[in-house]
């Protein structure tokens, strides 16, 4: 079946520690994003990608990094320039110039926290 | 820049009656999509239900309604038959434009998570 698989679902970082959030989906999707949740609030996103080797920063990109080398995989860095990265990332896909009616396929979210 | 407002943190349902969960949004677009996701404690997002600017009638799917007016801008979902799996946190979301483009995202509101008790 297709779907959106993130890696780890709990991770912990030290301070001062960059880590690699996973995300790959095998959906033939265009477009990917990051989001991130803190606890009892919305998503915010990260950063999107709607094509290979080409990003762009979303509302709250200081202290994150990612890169799109292929259309299948995403990832997430988390750099030690993120002062308050506790929290969970949901990573999502979605086709472009097609009209969807579910918006985004999304993956089940890794869990960071700061130690 | 688009917006969404949920204004209910917390809402409380018995089981088997009905709730409304509201939304209202702001856009300047005349072409845009709105969404509603859940989100069990597991933290998956679950796609519930769609509603087009243009679409004339309100959508359903199953327990799921939208209460879409557009003139007052707000698109609220209407759960009947609540179950005690419903309890969940829900986001209602928007997207410019109702065809996908480069460029489009989805916006989210804060979310309101909703209680269903015995």
């Known amino acids: 079946d297709g779907g959106i698989t993130q890696s780890p679902k709990y991770l912990f970082r030290k301070e001062g520690q960059n880590v690699t959030l996973s995300c790959e989906q095998n959906?033939?999707?265009?477009?990917m994003y990051w989001y991130r949740q803190d606890p009892g609030q919305g998503l915010r996103l990260i950063y999107y990608?709607?094509?290979?080797?080409?990003?762009q920063k979303g509302d709250i990109a200081e202290g994150y990094s990612v890169s799109r080398e292929k259309k299948e995989s995403f990832p997430l860095t988390v750099t030690s320039a993120q002062k308050n990265p506790t929290a969970f990332y949901l990573c999502?896909?979605?086709?472009?110039?097609?009209?969807?009616?579910?918006?985004?396929?999304f993956g089940s979210g890794t869990r960071l926290t700061v130690v | 820049a688009q917006k969404i407002t949920q204004t209910q943190p917390g809402m409380f349902v018995q089981e088997k009656e009905a709730v409304t969960l509201d939304c209202t949004y702001d856009?300047?677009?005349?072409?845009?999509?709105l969404f509603w996701y859940k989100q069990p404690s597991s933290g998956e997002m679950i796609f519930l239900i769609y509603?087009?600017?243009?679409?004339?009638q309100n959508a359903t799917e199953g327990r799921y309604s939208l209460n879409f007016q557009k003139a007052r801008k707000s698109a609220n979902l209407v759960i009947s038959a609540s179950q005690l799996g419903d309890s969940a946190m829900y986001f209602c979301?928007?997207?410019?434009?109702?065809?996908?483009?480069?460029?489009?995202?989805?916006?989210f509101g804060e979310g309101t998570q909703l209680t269903v008790n015995p």
């Open positions: 509603q087009g600017s243009y679409d004339e």
């Open positions: 990608s709607q094509i290979v080797n080409d990003f």
């Open positions: 959906l033939n999707h265009d477009a």
């Open positions: 979301a928007m997207r410019e434009g109702e065809w996908e483009t480069s460029g489009s995202r989805l916006t």
């Open positions: 856009t300047s677009d005349q072409s845009y999509g």
């Open positions: 999502a896909s979605s086709p472009i110039w097609t009209r969807t009616n579910y918006g985004y396929t």
